[in-house]
Each structure stands twice: as C-alpha cells, then as structure tokens.
C-alpha cells in the first residue's frame, strides 16, 4: 500500500527528529555531567580552603580536640550542600566526619592525603567510605606554616548523577512538546500545501509535469508562456525551431521576451492588456506567421500570457489546396446546374420541333463562353487566377449577378511581390464580398465591374458594386478581424486577411462610395521585380477609407 504524502511526511519528522534528539539528549547529558563535575569541583575546592583557613579550627586541629571541632563544624556541615566534610590530623586519622561520628579517631580512607600533606590543595574523585566521590582536600596549616591537618569537601558521585539526569529529563520533556507542536504544525501545514496543490501526491504532480512536458513538444504550434512582466517561462521545441533558437529550453527560461524575439507591436504592454488576440499576421525575427496571444488569469488576477504561432506558409499551402479543392467543387456544382438548365431548354425546343431555334440558342451559348475565356486567356498569364476568374463570373451567374471586366485589365507576367496563394486570396474575397453586397441590394442587380491591372510600377486591383454600401461610421473597423455586417454565416476574416496581405507587400488600400450607390475598393501595391520582399511591422501603414 502506497503512504500518502502526509503520512510520510510525519514518518519522516518522527525519524528525523527522534534521530535528532537522541543525540542532542546524549551529548547534552555528558556535556552536563563534565560540567557539573567542573563547577562542583570548584565549589568543593573553595569550601575546603576557606574551611581550612578559620582560626579556631586551626588551634582546634592543632590540638586534636574533636569535640571542640564536632560543636564547630556540624552548624558549617548542615549549611553546606556537600554530600560530607571531613577533618583529618597529620597522622591521617578522623577528627570530625558530618556523615558518621563513629569514624572519628579511624584513618582517612582514599590515599590521597600525601599530596595535601605537603601543602597543596588537590580535587580527586575516589571511593571512600561512603562510596565514590568528587572531594577536594586543603591542608590546615599552624602558625609556623606547618601542616597539621586536612579539611576533605565531597560530593558522591551518585548525587551528581542525579542532578544531571534531572536536567536531561527536564529536556526532554521540553523536546516532547516541542515535538508534539511541530507535529501539530505540520498537519495543518501540509494540509494546507495539499489544497495548494489540488489534493494531489507529489508523485502526481510529477507525472503532470511529465505529461505537460510531452505534450508541450508534440503541439506542431509554436508555443510559448510568459509570466506578468514578459518573462519566458515556458516554450516548446516548435517555438525554436521556427524562431531559429539552438539555446537550451532551461536556458531561455526567466529572459524577456525581447531577447528572443525583436519587438513587434503584437506585443505592447497596454494591447497585451487590454484584450486576446487571435490569428493575426505579424513577423517574429523576419518569420511571417499567424499568432495568437490569451492571458492567464488565476484567482481575478494577471499571471501572464500564452502565445501561439505557427508558420504563415503553412497556413497559405494548406488554405491553397482547400480553395482550390472548393474551387473546383463549386465550380462543378455551377457547371452540373447550368448544363442541367441548358439541357433542358434545348430538350424543349427539339420537343417542339424548333430546330432553327435550337441550333441559333448552342451558337449563343458557346459564343459567350468562349468568347469570356479568351478575354481570361488572353489578359492573364496565370492558369490559378484565370481558374479563379472563371468560377466567379460562374458563381455570381448564378446567383443573378454578372462580372465585368475592364478592358483595361492586364497582367501577363508574375507578380512578384505577392505570393500566388494571397493573391489569389485577396481578389477572391473581393470578389465574393461584392458579389454579396450587390445580391442583397434591390433589383435589378447592376454588374460587379473589375480592374486587375500589372504595370511597370505597381499592381491595380479596383473592384466596384452597386450594392448595400459601407456607412461612413463603419468603414474604420472593416478590417478588424471578425468585424461584419453581414446577418449569418463564417463572416468577418476576409478583409482582415486583404488588409494584412496588403500591407506587409507595402500597399495601400483605398474605400471610396460608388456612383449612385455601392462602394469601390482600390488595392495599389508597388510590384518588386524580384527584389527581396520588404518587412513591414504592423502598425506601419495606415488604410486610407
């Protein structure tokens, strides 16, 4: 069975604090014993040699008179805290002992005495007759300086034990609460650290940390965290490699942002603040690429930011093949409807047998056909756009709106400042936003006129409707992203992506109103001839409405 993490948290302090203790109690109890045996040493020393200096003890013990001794000395003895005091002669034998009176007149016991004997104050520890002790012997000295007695001082050594082992069970007692606290402590703490931490066993959350890991280096998107004051904490394998980074993740964790990536307006403080962004085209170290921005908010308070991007080229591929895989079906789908339509008229007119009807209705319908793709063929070099050209003029007959193109339009060469995918892009969603504003105006529906012209100096591209119209009070927020007028449907990118598109090519866009109603979009974008595509950080260009 698998302890809980607080389980073995208390394991854990038991075994460490008891280890911890045990050898603070054992060094504590002989560092109190020696010192005791030091400061009783001294205190036995100090007694004997003041007890050895009092004159009529001298003249006493000079005179070997022991009952003048035992009513002097028994009122010194019931005041001193040693365990006995003891008077000896020169000759080694009793005088007075406070412990035993029958001693008095045996010899001293202990063979220490020949030291004192000499004159010098000596502390010991030996067994004598009341068992081991730590005595202290000073010499009585006669007024000439001889030596004619011996006052011993002593504490048993089983007294001091005693002492000692008071002390270390009062702390031990001190360590049991003390103990008893820190567990106490520790419940509530590690109970609070469990609801930090949403109850889970750290084995847990390392598993967590594992699984994030992963799945941070699996996510193709690039991906990186910042903290509230743009501080890197998080960024994935994909992040690097599309920003061109070789540094270690660990590395790059607690830098600013802008040591990684050169600041862009994407990431100013006040619009990092005041709302998420999401798709937006913009460049990080010369790499075109769709990022999103969302912030962290944890408990009603800021913790960061989550950033995501993923390469532009990508995106425009995949969005290629898609357009072109819906192209296709539309187009199909328009042909099938047509023909269907056809069919049946010229099914009718056999019917009826109007054979002259008939063959004039083929000639009209192959005539137009034709002769709009050899105007497409004939003005534009590229198969992908003439494509494009076709099935809108296919798309906008059959929802009632007819496409005319200037005769002016011309562009026989590639167009270098734009890739084929985005420009394909921005006359496409002109196209179908001009067609919709026109179909949604009353009838009869006025031809979506078209201008795609390629000279020496720019691209012109200029759709104009006669439709619904743009108010004045709208047209400074059409190429916010998700800003639309339009009642249903997946609306509100297209413009946005026209915008983005334009303006990192160095164009400009202009929004004029159409006579008597509608509106006209005029793209103007200088054309490169080759030359390296410029960089322009958003914010740069301003669209003229």
Same mark, same amino acid.
């Given at each position: 069975?698998?302890?809980?993490?607080?389980?073995?948290?208390?394991?854990?302090?038991?075994?460490?604090?008891?280890?911890?203790?045990?050898?603070?109690?054992?060094?504590?109890?002989?560092?109190?014993?020696?010192?005791?045996?030091?400061?009783?040493?001294?205190?036995?020393?100090?007694?004997?040699?003041?007890?050895?200096?009092?004159?009529?003890?001298?003249?006493?013990?000079?005179?070997?008179?022991?009952?003048?001794?035992?009513?002097?000395?028994?009122?010194?003895?019931?005041?001193?805290?040693?365990?006995?005091?003891?008077?000896?002669?020169?000759?080694?034998?009793?005088?007075?002992?406070? !412990?035993?009176? $029958? /001693?008095?007149?045996?010899? %001293?016991? @202990?063979? #220490?005495?020949?030291?004192? +004997?000499?004159?010098?104050?000596?502390?010991?520890?030996?067994?004598?007759?009341?068992?081991?002790?730590?005595?202290?012997?000073?010499?009585?000295?006669?007024?000439?300086?001889?030596?004619?007695?011996?006052?011993?001082?002593?504490?048993?050594?089983?007294?001091?034990?005693?002492?000692?082992?008071?002390?270390?069970?009062?702390?031990?007692?001190?360590?049991?609460?003390?103990?008893?606290?820190?567990?106490?402590?520790?419940?509530?703490?590690?109970?609070?650290?469990?609801?930090?931490?949403?109850?889970?066993?750290?084995?847990?959350?390392?598993?967590?940390?594992?699984?994030?890991?992963?799945?941070?280096?699996?996510?193709?998107?690039?991906?990186?965290?910042?903290?509230?004051?743009?501080?890197? !904490?998080?960024? $994935? /394998?994909?992040?690097?490699? %599309?920003? @061109?980074? #070789?540094?270690?993740?660990? +590395?790059?964790?607690?830098?600013?942002?802008?040591?990684?990536?050169?600041?862009?307006?994407?990431?100013?403080?006040?619009?990092?603040?005041?709302?998420?962004?999401?798709?937006?085209?913009?460049?990080?170290?010369?790499?075109?690429?769709?990022?999103?921005?969302?912030?962290?908010?944890?408990?009603?308070?800021?913790?960061?930011?989550?950033?995501?991007?993923?390469?532009?080229?990508?995106?425009?591929?995949?969005?290629?093949?898609?357009?072109?895989?819906?192209?296709?079906?539309?187009?199909?789908?328009?042909?099938?409807?047509?023909?269907?339509?056809?069919?049946?008229?010229?099914?009718?007119?056999?019917?009826?047998?109007?054979?002259?009807?008939?063959?004039?209705?083929?000639?009209?319908?192959?005539?137009?056909?034709?002769?709009?793709?050899?105007? %497409?063929?004939?003005?534009?070099?590229?198969?992908? +756009?003439?494509?494009?050209?076709?099935?809108?003029?296919?798309?906008?007959?059959?929802?009632?709106?007819?496409?005319?193109?200037?005769?002016?339009?011309?562009?026989?060469?590639?167009?270098?400042?734009?890739?084929?995918?985005?420009?394909?892009?921005?006359?496409?969603?002109?196209?179908?936003?001009?067609?919709?504003?026109?179909?949604?105006?009353?009838?009869?529906?006025?031809?979506?006129?078209?201008?795609?012209?390629?000279?020496?100096?720019?691209?012109?591209?200029?759709?104009?409707?006669?439709?619904?119209?743009?108010?004045?009070?709208?047209?400074?927020?059409?190429?916010?992203?998700?800003?639309?007028?339009?009642?249903?449907?997946?609306?509100?990118?297209?413009?946005?992506?026209?915008?983005?598109?334009?303006?990192?090519?160095?164009?400009?866009?202009?929004?004029?109103?159409?006579?008597?109603?509608?509106?006209?979009?005029?793209?103007?974008?200088?054309?490169?001839?080759?030359?390296?595509?410029?960089?322009?950080?958003?914010?740069?260009?301003?669209?003229?409405?």
């Amino acid at each position: 069975m698998k302890l809980s993490f607080r389980i073995k948290l208390f394991i854990h302090l038991i075994a460490f604090f008891s280890v911890l203790f045990i050898g603070l109690g054992t060094y504590y109890y002989f560092d109190v014993g020696h010192q005791l045996y030091q400061e009783m040493s001294e205190r036995a020393r100090i007694q004997a040699e003041e007890i050895s200096m009092i004159p009529a003890l001298q003249k006493a013990v000079e005179q070997k008179d022991s009952n003048s001794i035992y009513s002097f000395m028994t009122d010194i003895a019931r005041r001193s805290d040693a365990s006995f005091i003891v008077i000896g002669d020169n000759n080694g034998k009793h005088l007075f002992h406070s !412990a035993s009176k $029958n /001693r008095i007149g045996t010899d %001293l016991v @202990g063979g #220490d005495n020949q030291e004192v +004997l000499k004159g010098k104050t000596i502390t010991t520890i030996r067994k004598g007759g009341l068992g081991v002790s730590l005595r202290s012997k000073a010499p009585v000295f006669s007024a000439d300086g001889d030596v004619i007695g011996i006052v011993s001082v002593g504490y048993l050594t089983s007294h001091l034990d005693r002492i000692t082992l008071s002390k270390v069970i009062d702390l031990f007692v001190a360590a049991v609460l003390l103990m008893v606290a820190l567990f106490i402590f520790s419940w509530f703490f590690t109970r609070s650290i469990k609801k930090q931490m949403f109850s889970l066993e750290p084995r847990e959350i390392g598993l967590l940390v594992r699984q994030q890991q992963a799945l941070m280096e699996s996510i193709y998107e690039g991906v990186i965290a910042i903290d509230e004051r743009s501080r890197i !904490a998080v960024i $994935n /394998r994909a992040a690097k490699r %599309l920003l @061109g980074l #070789d540094t270690p993740s660990r +590395l790059l964790r607690g830098l600013p942002l802008e040591d990684v990536i050169a600041h862009v307006p994407f990431f100013e403080p006040q619009m990092m603040l005041d709302k998420d962004t999401h798709d937006e085209i913009c460049v990080f170290n010369q790499l075109t690429v769709i990022a999103s921005r969302v912030r962290i908010m944890l408990e009603g308070r800021l913790q960061g930011w989550v950033i995501t991007f993923r390469d532009r080229n990508d995106i425009d591929s995949m969005s290629m093949q898609l357009s072109q895989v819906k192209r296709y079906v539309d187009n199909l789908r328009i042909m099938r409807h047509e023909q269907l339509n056809r069919m049946s008229t010229l099914a009718g007119l056999l019917h009826m047998g109007h054979y002259e009807q008939a063959l004039d209705y083929i000639h009209a319908q192959t005539e137009h056909a034709q002769e709009l793709l050899d105007f %497409l063929s004939e003005r534009f070099s590229s198969p992908t +756009l003439r494509g494009l050209l076709l099935g809108k003029c296919s798309r906008a007959q059959e929802k009632g709106v007819a496409l005319s193109f200037d005769p002016a339009c011309l562009m026989d060469r590639t167009f270098h400042t734009l890739d084929e995918a985005e420009l394909i892009s921005i006359i496409g969603n002109l196209l179908d936003n001009a067609i919709e504003a026109t179909q949604r105006s009353e009838g009869p529906h006025a031809p979506v006129e078209v201008l795609i012209r390629l000279n020496a100096r720019e691209l012109i591209i200029e759709v104009a409707d006669q439709g619904v119209g743009i108010l004045p009070e709208l047209r400074d927020h059409i190429f916010e992203p998700g800003f639309t007028t339009k009642r249903s449907g997946d609306h509100g990118i297209g413009l946005h992506l026209i915008a983005n598109y334009v303006h990192l090519a160095g164009g400009m866009i202009e929004v004029a109103d159409n006579d008597p109603r509608g509106t006209i979009f005029s793209l103007f974008i200088p054309d490169t001839q080759g030359t390296p595509r410029p960089v322009f950080l958003q914010g740069d260009t301003d669209y003229a409405t």
